[in-house]
Each structure stands twice: as structure tokens, then as C-alpha cells.
């Protein structure tokens, strides 16, 4: 074994990836990434410590959120960046425990190794994260409860990581996170604690969701439905991938006259929805589909590629891409350029984007036409009557929430299976890059209401759970579960996690998720879910939807 990684749906055999990632990510970048999560987890009992006698740093807040958003599946392969924000951590760390003696914080060490761990050498770094990893801990359901709880706050971290470059997170958020993962290193913890860890991860999650979707709303106005062009036009594009909405926001402004379109990729396509991003008419339009794409995708897009965050795959060797392609904020690659903010103002230079862009030749078009999403929760509640007669009178009968992440799976073919053989008096309710599967299918409408509502990215999931809040109003109902609503979850990331454990503690049950469930379940942690929850998993189209349209 050269490595042990089971965050993801693509871990190996269901399992774990244990010679290489299947995503790319190699044994080194693997271990350095736990070494990453390792120094987070130090920097924490101090920053735990601190937060609970009021002292609070900046700097760290944004070192563990970085750690954190860093490590998700496919946002960073950059050894060395990854390895330079290890020994940069360290360092705060030992800084911040200097600051808080001076102010009188006494902090009990002694059961974490974490916070005490000093390398002397670089080379010490490389050995010591070979053994910091997610199986340091022995007992498989401790380990899975453990990780389980990490993995949220990774998802969690990175919504929390939008919101701060907006100016919105609040203060509770971090110093539940600081805690989190202090009591993830807690050897006297039981199951039960820790299982509450878990669910309480997910209250903050929906905290953090909730606070990203007013930032955007806030920042950029309330998405509005809107068409969105999948051609192309003539002039040479940037495609931006990811989901930083102050990114595409900060290119748009700097690229506007420069004779650049900007196409979005992936989770970036509902910036299309926003009023304050759709009035840039440079904004020219979607160019692909989900991340798993881009091999083919970027070979024909011909211009600059600016990724926000994940999820990126590594370029093949015969790529005629990889030279231009540009990372910021938490991704990165070996040899890709990454674009860093200004500490002071957190602007970006995307001039050397814009700059190579002109360079290159216009789009070669995939597909032709438009997509129509912005279905957020302020859209759908004014359709509310509409939506509260189609159901009375029959003409929905179901809505279906399929949020969640698109992968390169096989078996996902079962999602679009599943879109297609849906009843005609169905609605899909998406979000995330799992729309992908079905978001260009001739669905049609009912009475005017489209059958795939796309309320935007993953963590607009939040939307979602806000449409079924109000309709349990509407409808006078005392539970969410009582709704004409079915969960039909794809998950791939860690995001697809915290996505999950907000739906948990907002109360929605018999979630199937899919296409496999969790390699970092282990049977009893999963036993928890099911019975608790009603969590399954998904089998065929057939079954499931005859088994929704039933229960
Ligand atoms: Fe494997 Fe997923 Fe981990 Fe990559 S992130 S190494 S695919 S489990
Ligand atoms: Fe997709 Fe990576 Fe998860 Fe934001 S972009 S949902 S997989």
C-alpha cells in the first residue's frame, strides 16, 4: 500500500485508492494532503482554545479553511504548494500558541500530538505524513465517524471559503469547526459523541449554505430564470470552471472591451443567473458539461482555462491544453499558473489570462442551443400558486430532488435513465453538476413549469431544502417528509457530504444516494444511517421510481 484514500465515490473498488488516486492525485500529493489536514487539526486546539476565550486571528481562520477546501477531491495536485502551505502552517501555528500565552490563554496540549509535532527537517515532513493519515485511527467505525465528520467540514469549508471572499461568515462557523476538529482527535470520545459531531456538522452546514446563498444574493441580486447560449461565437473565450462567483465576477470586470467572451464550465454555468453577472454581454454563454469532461472539452474550447476550485483532472500527456490552463484561490496543478489575490484588497490580476486568450483561436462548437436554469428558492416561491395547483389538481404529481455531483462512472447512465423514465407528471428539482445528466433532455414542461428546475450549484442545494420548507407551509404539513417529494441524491465530493448532512439535520429522510454509497462508511456507521435516516442506496430505474412514485 502506498497510500490510503476513501473520500470520494471514485475510491478504488469501492473501496479505498491504496497504489494511486483514481483521480489523478498520486501517493505523494496524497500524503502531503494529510499532512495538511494534520497541521489544520494542530493549529485547531490552539485556535479552539483561543476562540473560546475570545481571541481570534485572521489568519488562522483562513489557514484551516484553506487546508480544508485544498484537500477536497480534485481542487489541488500542487505538491509543492501543498507541501509550502504545510510548512506555512506550521509556523502560524507556533506563532499563534506564542500570541496566546502573551494574552494569558493557557491551552492543554497534552493529548495532541498534533499541536505539539515539531519537524526539524523538510525531509521529517515527507516521513511523518505518511503515518498522519485517515488510518492512524484503528477502530473502523471510529475512523469512519471521524472521517465522515472531516469530510463535511471539507465540503463545508469550501462554501464557507465563497462566503468570507464575499465578506459573509460568521464567527460560530469557525469556532465550531476549530472544535470539530479537536474532538476528531479526542480518544475519549464515544460513538455517540462522535456521532453527534456528525449531525452537528451538518447544522452548520446548512448555516454555511445559507449564508453563501445571501452573499450571492446579496452581492450579485436573486437569480433569475434565464436561457443560456451552449453554442458559441467568433471571438476567442476564457472558460471558467469552479464555482468562485467573486472570480468570474473580478474577470468580467477586467475582461469587459478587451474583444474576450468568457464562457462558464461545469458549476460555474449558473453565474448565468445572476442579474449582476448576466449584465455583462461579454458573458457569452456554457461551453461543455460536467468536470469529468474537460479532457475533450478544453482540447476544443482553444483559449484559457481559469479554474476557481475543483474539480480538475489531470490533462493527458498528448494534451494540447495543459499550457493554458490557470488555477486560483484554493486549486492548483503542477505547472498550471495560479493567480493569487492581493492579501490587502483580495483582487486578482487576471490580465496574463486575458492577455493569452487573445492569443487563441475562437471555440470550436460541441453543441448548439439553449439551456434554461436560475430556479432558485426566490424564483420558485413566486410561482408558488402555480407549483400549489399543479399539485392539487394532479398535473405533478412528485417533484424529485437530484442534486448532487456528475462523475465519470459508468452507472451514472442511471441518472439519465432515471430523468427519462420518469413519469410525465414529474418534476426534477437539481442543483450541482449532476444536472448535467439530464439538463438537455427534451422534457418537456407542465403547464409551463420546465420538469428540470436547476436551482444552481451544489450548495444552492440550500435552495432546494428552502422550496420544500415553503411548500410544507403551503400545504400545512407538520413534517417535510410528508411532501410529494423524493430525494435522489448523486454524490461524488465532499461537498455532495455536507450537502447530505444538512439534508440529515433539516430532518428529510430515505434519501437514496448513489451511484455507490461511501467507501468511508464503515457497516455499522452505515447501519446509523439507515436506520435513523432511511438512507439507501439506489438500484434499478425501474424499481426506484415504481418504489417513489409509491411511498
Ligand atoms: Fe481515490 Fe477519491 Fe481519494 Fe482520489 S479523492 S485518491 S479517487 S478516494
Ligand atoms: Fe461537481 Fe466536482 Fe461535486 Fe459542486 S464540480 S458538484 S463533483
Known sequence: MSMFCYQCQEASKGMACEITGVCGKNPEVAAIQDMLIYV????????????????????????????????????????EAIRKKVIDGLDLRDRFAKELENKGVSVDVSAYESATWKPVSTDEIDQKALVVGVLATENEDVRSLRELTI????????????????GYLEEDIFGFTFRALVDVQNDTLSADELTALVLETGKNGVQVMALLDKAHNDTYGKPEITKVNIGVGTRPGILISGHDLKDIEQLLEQSENSGVDIYTHSEMLPAHYYPKLKKYTHLYGNYGSAWWKQNEEF??????????????????????????????????????????????????????????????????????????????????????????????????????????????????????????????????????CAKYRYNKLPLGDIGGIPRVLDAGQCNDSYSLAII????????????????????????????????????????????????????????????????????????????DIELFMNA
Not at 469549508?157 to 464575499?166: E, F, P, Q, V
Not at 444516494?513 to 439506489?538: H, Q
Request: charged residues 20%; contains cysteine; aromatic residues 10%.
Open 40 to 79: 489544520a487539526k494542530g493549529i485547531s486546539v490552539f485556535a479552539d482554545a483561543g476562540f473560546k476565550k475570545g481571541v481570534r486571528n485572521a489568519e488562522v481562520d483562513h489557514f484551516v479553511f484553506d487546508a480544508l477546501f485544498t484537500t477536497i477531491t480534485n481542487a489541488n495536485f500542487d505538491y
Open 468 to 543: 420544500a420548507l415553503k411548500l410544507k407551509e403551503v400545504f400545512g404539513l407538520e413534517d417535510i417528509n410528508d411532501l410529494p417529494i423524493a430525494y435522489n441524491i448523486a454524490w461524488y465530493e465532499q461537498k455532495a457530504v455536507i450537502v447530505l448532512l444538512a439534508l440529515l439535520y433539516l430532518g428529510v429522510k430515505d434519501i437514496h444516494l448513489g451511484p455507490t454509497l461511501p467507501a468511508f462508511l464503515s457497516p455499522n456507521v452505515a447501519n446509523v444511517l439507515v436506520n435513523n435516516f432511511g438512507i439507501a442506496p439506489i438500484g434499478t430505474v425501474d424499481a
Open 151 to 166: 469530510y463535511g467540514l471539507k465540503g463545508m469549508a469550501a462554501y464557507g471559503m465563497h462566503a468570507l471572499h464575499l
Open 299 to 432: 482540447e476544443s474550447f482553444n483559449g484559457p482555462v481559469l479554474f476557481t476550485t475543483n474539480c480538475i483532472v489531470p490533462p493527458r500527456k498528448s494534451s494540447k491544453y495543459a499550457d493554458k490552463v490557470y488555477t486560483t484561490g484554493s486549486s492548483g496543478f503542477t505547472g498550471f499558473p495560479h493567480i493569487e489575490a492581493d492579501p490587502e484588497t483580495g483582487t486578482k490580476d487576471f490580465s496574463a489570462i486575458i492577455e493569452h486568450a487573445k492569443k487563441c483561436a475562437a471555440p470550436i462548437s460541441i453543441e448548439e442551443g439553449e439551456i434554461v436554469g436560475g430556479f432558485a428558492h426566490n424564483q420558485v416561491i413566486q410561482l408558488a400558486d402555480k407549483v400549489v395547483d399543479a399539485v392539487k389538481s394532479g398535473a405533478i404529481k412528485k417533484f424529485f430532488v437530484m442534486a448532487g455531483c456528475d462523475g465519470r462512472n459508468k452507472e451514472r447512465a442511471y441518472y439519465t435513465d432515471f430523468a427519462n423514465a420518469l413519469p410525465k407528471d414529474t418534476v426534477i428539482l437539481t442543483a450541482g
